[in-house]
């Protein structure tokens, strides 16, 4: 989903506007545009989960690595972590033996050797990430919430993935949020890094959707 809108200025504007039509390719990529259309399974979800997963552990253990950084420690944020949410959605969707159940695709391995390579140095290009991923949870990602408990039935045992509890104000949350991308673009030695970090973040992120929904189609 579209990871941020409606920025004027700054680099968080700068992030939006130059991957605006990733974004757009992203949500009508492979897995993601069949839940979007109310298509998918109970397996197919799951199995987007799971590959989606190591991306989350590498990006927040690398933000955690990066945490007393001036620029890149502005992301280093639990609330906004993922990985303990994705495990209790993935035991309700398949039950406790799902790392087994599974199938863990290339793409998605990539997709966390690409995060950890950003983490080398100053970090600078996880900031990349942190943007393709938390803004897109906060924002689109509740569309999602919606559109799987109608039309997969799944309770809020499985989506616990969409839910923010550390966080009282998501609106509020999302504009300090792009603040520090404005902060943190300011402190960058190269910002067109990671702005083409973030291109590459946005290709990662589709790849694994195409992965993922190829391999289900062949299956199903």
């Not at 199995?47 to 997963?53: A, E, Q, T, V």
């Not at 966390?112 to 990349?128: H, M, P, T």
Request: net charge negative.
């Amino acid at each position: 989903m579209n990871a941020a809108v409606g920025e004027t200025s700054g680099f968080a504007a700068r992030l939006w506007a130059e991957t605006k039509t990733l974004h757009v390719q992203a949500e009508r990529s492979g897995m993601m545009a069949r839940i979007l259309r109310g298509r998918a399974s109970r397996h197919g979800y799951a199995l987007l989960l799971r590959n989606l997963l190591p991306a989350y552990v590498a990006l927040e253990a690398s933000l955690d690595h990066h945490r007393h950084s001036p620029a890149v420690g502005l992301f280093a944020r639990p609330p906004v972590y993922r990985t303990a949410a994705l495990h209790a959605d993935l035991d309700a969707l398949e039950g406790a033996d799902w790392a087994n159940t599974l199938a863990l695709h290339p793409e998605a391995t990539l997709y966390a050797e690409a995060i950890a390579r950003a983490g080398v140095g100053d970090g600078a290009g996880l900031i990349a990430h942190a943007y393709t991923r938390t803004l897109g949870d906060l924002s689109g990602g509740q569309i999602m919430q919606t559109v799987l408990a109608r039309t997969l039935g799944l309770g809020a045992d499985a989506l616990a993935f969409y839910r923010f509890d550390g966080i009282d104000d998501i609106a509020a949350f999302k504009a300090d949020y792009r603040a520090d991308l404005d902060r943190a673009g300011a402190m960058m030695a190269d910002p067109h890094a990671v702005l083409a970090e973030a291109a590459e973040a946005f290709r990662h992120n589709m790849a694994v959707a195409n992965a993922v929904d190829t391999f289900e189609s062949g299956v199903s």
